[in-house]
Structures are given as C-alpha cells and as structure tokens.
C-alpha cells in the first residue's frame, strides 16, 4: 500500500498541535486535507515525486499543505511540525484518543501538570491533581479515568480498513512469487472483524525458506520480525504481517485453523472429537483406533487437509463463509442445515446515504449521482445533513435550503440513467426527537434518516429510548449509524440491541450499517440480533466523496458477519422496491 495513512496522521498530529495553540480554521484545513488524502486512490508519494503541483489534485489540499508533504516524503520530517512539537512535546495522539480529552486540554494539562503521555495522564487523574487544574473538576477528572482504559485498548489494534488492503497486496505479490503455489489472507482480516491486532496470511509452498525471502525482500516492507522456513513476519505500513507457510497438501487444514476465530476452532474439534476425529492445523484424523497415548499431530488415519471444504465435510459439515466464524452458533447451524444463504456484494443494487457539497462533501450532486452511476448502482440517495446538534459549523440545511437544492436534483437526474432518490440527513436530540426539520418537508421527501450526531461516546449511560424515539418517529424511514461510535476514537453509545431490533421490526424503520471503515456501525453481533427479530438493514456508505462508494464492500461484509441474507437488506431490492418499503 502507499503511505498515504503514514502522511495523513503526520498531517493531523499538525493540526491537532496547532488547535492546542488556538490557532483558528488552519486545523480543519489540515483535517480535512489528511482525510482526503488517507482515501485518496492513488499514492501520494508518487504524486509527491511529481512536485507540489501534483499533490493539490487531492480535493482540499492547497499549496501549503501540499508543499509540507512533499517536504515530509522527500526529507522525513516537516520543519514547521517540528517547530509544534518543541513547543508542545506531547504525544498528542495518543492523550486526545481519550474521549473528552481534545487537544486544547492537553496542552492545559502539560502546562500545569506536565503530563505527555497517557501513563503520565492516568497518574496524574488517579492522585485526584486533575480536579484542581482551572477550568477542570471532579466530573472531567473521573471521565477521563472511565475513557483511559478505551484509549489504551485502541492503540493495539488497527481498522480493518488499514489492514485489509495490505493483505491483498501481500496476496497478490506472493501469488507471483514463483515458489508459492496457493496463497490466502487469513485470521481476522479474512472474518472482516472491524479491527485487526495483525494481518495473516497464508502460503502452500515445497520452500519455505525462499517464500519468506521474497516478502522480507520486497521493497514494501518496512522491517523483518522474524524470518524462517515456516513462519515469517514483517511490519508494512505500520501493521505487523504473519506469513505462514505450509506444504500444499495442508494449506487447507492450516487455513481452516489460523483463519479462525480461536472459538470457532475449539467448538469444531469438540464436534470432530465426538466422531472420533481429531482437527488440527495439519489436517482431519481419525483417531477412534488410535490408542489414547500416541504420539504427535499427525496420528489415525489421514481424512482431509488439502482443502478447507474437505475438513468441513470429513466432520460432515458444509463450508461456512469466514464471517460468520465467530462462534456465535455458526456450528450449530451447520449441524442442523440452518446456515444461512448471506448477502453478497453483487445483490446490493444501490446506495441511499451520501453527501454533498450542499452539506460538508466536496462534489456537486450530479458529480455524486454520476459517480454512483460508474460504480454500477442502479439508484442512490442524496442525503446531505439537515441543521441540528451535532452538525459540524453551519454546514447543516435549513428547510428553504432543502425545498432549494429539490431543483439542482431534477437537472441533475436527467445526467444519469440511475433512478434517484431525495433524502435528509436529519438529527436525533438527546431525547429522541428529529428538530429544525418539519414534519412536512420530512414527508416530502423520499427518504429520512436520522442519525446521533450529539450526546455521543457511552457518558450519557444508557440511550435505548433516545434510539427507539428516533426508529419509531413516523418521518423516519433509517436509523443512520445507531451507536454513533468511531472505531478506536470513540466508543459506542450504550443501548439494548433486542430493544432496538424489536423497535425497529415493528416501525419498518430500517438500521443502518455504515460502511465507512472508521465506523462499521451498526456492527456483526448487533445485526445478528436484528435479523433475528426481522428487522430490515441497510447497507450505506455515508460517501462524502466518489471514493467513497467503495466503502460498502466493508458494510456488505460486516452484514455477513451479522447473518445478512440478501432478503434482510434494503438495498438488495429494485427501486421500486425500496419505494415500497419508504412509503
Ligand atoms: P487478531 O489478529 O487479534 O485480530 O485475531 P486473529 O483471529 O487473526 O488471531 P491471531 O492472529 O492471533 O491468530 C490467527 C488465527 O490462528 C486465529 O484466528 C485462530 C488461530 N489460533 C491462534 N492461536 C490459537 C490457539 O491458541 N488455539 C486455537 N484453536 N486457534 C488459535
Ligand atoms: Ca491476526
Ligand atoms: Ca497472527
Ligand atoms: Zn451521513
């Protein structure tokens, strides 16, 4: 992968610096800047190997910040950064991942109390010196102690949307590795679990030795771990990769086991244990002749290994897609012949969360709708935000905008062949209700959702009925991104998943899964109790910009891992019937 993540973070650690010195606006730049650049298709190194020129192609990248990355790609460090961090030498990253700590307080809390990292911060709030900071107080004192715990956790673990490129990459650059005869991504990244502790991967291969050559030698890794015939690791991009590597006849078995999860794993062999079948990473044995003391792993007679379907089948089960390999009755279900048919990336035939530069995204409507258009949608939604707590400065629509941009969309939809829908963004109060929109505009348009965008993080304690008010309000056809969580930034609002799936089933208000890799929200567990209730989903990508449309390949897997059968997503359906569930 490129260095794109590598350059975004360097470019908000900047802002973050800057904001601490109350410099004004320039921090949003740069945010918004590093955003663009993390989704930015293309490398921004080979962009910045063409000169500054090259770099402002990147939307919301200007001179200055173009100029700083090409500083940063050619030199390795950014002067005036460098200059930020003299004067704040804070790890600033880590001390705002708490949630309520920004980077004005951490700049409050170095000045009076010297603190500069997390263990720092955490000492200084269990002595109770937090409190008597000005400005500060028992309450702030004790949410930073509640939030410590979720920053530290976060630090370990990496989104799936950082990893899962990587280890396509790492795939496809051993598939043409001479001595590799089969390669697949395994562990968590393969499940598509919403973060990833590391990449793994898996090789079948006669020479182990020059399979791990060839990755420790690749011009994309950053630093060998570990180098042998059987299991090398190396760190690219900031993530560590585990390559194992195994003769061809039991890449299947080895594949089954390091794919995962650990609980799934234990819950198939205690299943093979009662035929009288031993699963292991090299393969199916049966053990029933086999006298109790026998030495060794490969032990009875040999029944499968060669591939995953075939140690499936020698315990008699079918093979079961990796998402749903989390123990949450996946065996079971195979057993009974229960598991279900999910949902794929081709059944999904539309999009109905996106944005525009009528709110807080780049483009222009007939941009998104054209962009929509080349990704092989049949139809999307425009659903820029309405006004409301939460929305970001003044980039929220009043009712006059709305009955406003009614216009830009029917010029627009004449440009594409794609049927499209008017929606809303709207926003849930603290106690449930959708304001600054009125009940009339709502029932003028096509679709409403209506999403957290205040009262966030899981400080409000428990916020069931703030949901459940949003999902049974009569305007509202989705609820937007339920738990209002950032993956690793902020955690999820607390709430009764049976309560919201049961609201939901009952209301035909549909839950949204947000594809977008920093959200995944709703998430595996959740939807798996909505499906069960009946509930309907959809599958969105909230796209603030063409890139963005390919989120919903990580939405559509998440909806895997949550049991989603084509049946169960809204956005399986043809327009027309999606316009029959809207109505
Ligand atoms: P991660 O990396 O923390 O996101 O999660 P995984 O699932 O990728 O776990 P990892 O990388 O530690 O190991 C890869 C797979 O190997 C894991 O999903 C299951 C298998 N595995 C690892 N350790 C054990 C173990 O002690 N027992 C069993 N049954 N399987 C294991
Ligand atoms: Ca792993
Ligand atoms: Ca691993
Ligand atoms: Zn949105």
């Not at 961090?85 to 600033?92: F, G, H, N, T």
């Not at 309405?386 to 980039?395: E, I, K, L, N, Q």
């Not at 998943?497 to 595996?524: K, M, Q, V």
């Not at 939405?555 to 316009?579: F, M, Q």
């Amino acid at each position: 992968m490129s260095r794109n993540t590598e350059v975004a973070s360097v470019l908000e650690e900047y802002a973050d610096l800057l904001e601490a010195q109350d410099v004004d606006y320039k921090p949003n730049t740069y945010r918004r800047a590093a955003s663009n650049i993390r989704d930015y298709p293309d490398a921004v190194e080979d962009l910045a190997a063409e000169g500054a020129d090259a770099v402002q192609q990147i939307d919301a990248v200007g001179e200055s910040i173009a100029s700083k990355v090409v500083e940063y790609i050619e030199t390795g460090e950014i002067e005036e950064l460098a200059a930020e961090r003299e004067k704040l030498p804070v790890d600033i990253e880590q001390l705002t991942a708490v949630e309520g700590v920004g980077p004005k307080t951490v700049k409050q809390l170095y000045d009076a109390l010297g603190v500069q990292t997390l263990d720092d911060l955490e000492e200084v709030a269990r002595a109770g010196d937090v409190q008597d900071v000005e400005g500060f107080g028992p309450k702030t004192e004790q949410n930073i102690l509640d939030h410590i715990e979720f920053a530290r956790a976060a630090q370990e673990r990496e989104l799936l949307g950082d990893g899962r490129p990587v280890a396509e990459d790492v795939r496809s650059f051993l598939a043409d590795v001479d001595e590799v005869d089969r390669v697949e991504v395994a562990g968590s990244t393969r499940r598509w679990r919403e973060t990833i502790g590391d990449v793994d991967v898996l090789a079948a291969s006669d020479a182990g030795e020059a399979v791990g050559e060839a990755l420790v030698n690749w011009d994309r890794v950053d630093e060998t771990l570990d180098l042998g015939p059987t299991k090398t690791s190396v760190r690219m991009n900031d993530l560590r990769v585990d390559l194992r590597v195994v003769v061809d006849e039991e890449f299947g078995a080895a594949l089954q086991y390091f794919t995962g999860n650990k609980d799934h794993n234990i819950t198939l062999r205690n299943h093979a244990i009662e035929q009288g079948k031993k699963v292991n990473e090299y393969g199916v044995f049966d053990v029933s002749d086999v006298a109790g003391d026998a030495e060794g792993q490969r032990v009875g007679e040999r029944l499968a290994g060669e591939t995953e379907e075939g140690v499936y089948d020698a315990v008699g089960l079918p093979w079961m897609p990796p998402e749903l390999r989390e123990d949450r009755g996946e065996v079971e279900a195979a057993i009974s012949g229960d598991l279900p048919d999910l949902v794929e990336r081709p059944d999904v035939r539309g999009d109905l969360h996106t944005h525009t530069n009528w709110s807080d995204a780049e483009l222009s409507v007939r941009d998104m709708l054209e962009a929509a258009e080349s990704v092989g949608h049949d139809y999307v939604a425009i659903t820029d935000h309405a006004d409301g707590p939460g929305v970001f400065g003044d980039t929220g629509l009043s009712d006059a905008d709305i009955r406003e941009q009614v216009d830009e969309l029917e010029a627009a939809r004449d440009a594409v062949d794609i049927d499209v829908f008017h929606g809303i963004e709207v926003n849930i109060t603290e106690d449930g209700d959708v304001v600054e929109t009125s009940d009339d505009l709502l029932a003028d348009l096509d679709v409403v959702i209506a999403s957290p965008h205040s009262g966030l993080g899981e400080s409000g304690g428990d916020q069931t009925e703030r949901l459940v008010a949003a999902i049974e309000h009569p305007g509202v056809d989705v609820l937007g991104h339920p738990s209002g969580r950032l993956i690793n930034d902020r955690p999820a609002m607390q709430f009764d998943p049976d309560a919201l799936a049961a609201a939901a089933a009952d209301a035909g208000t549909a839950l949204e899964i947000n594809s977008n890799p920093h959200r995944l929200d709703l998430w595996g567990s959740v939807v798996q109790t909505a499906v069960d209730a009946g509930a309907t989903i959809a599958v969105n990508t909230d796209a603030h910009s063409a890139s963005e449309y390919e989120y919903i390949e990580y939405g559509v897997h998440t909806a895997r891992r949550g049991w989603a059968e084509a049946g169960d997503v809204l956005n399986t359906r043809d327009a027309d019937g999606v316009r029959e569930f809207l109505e």
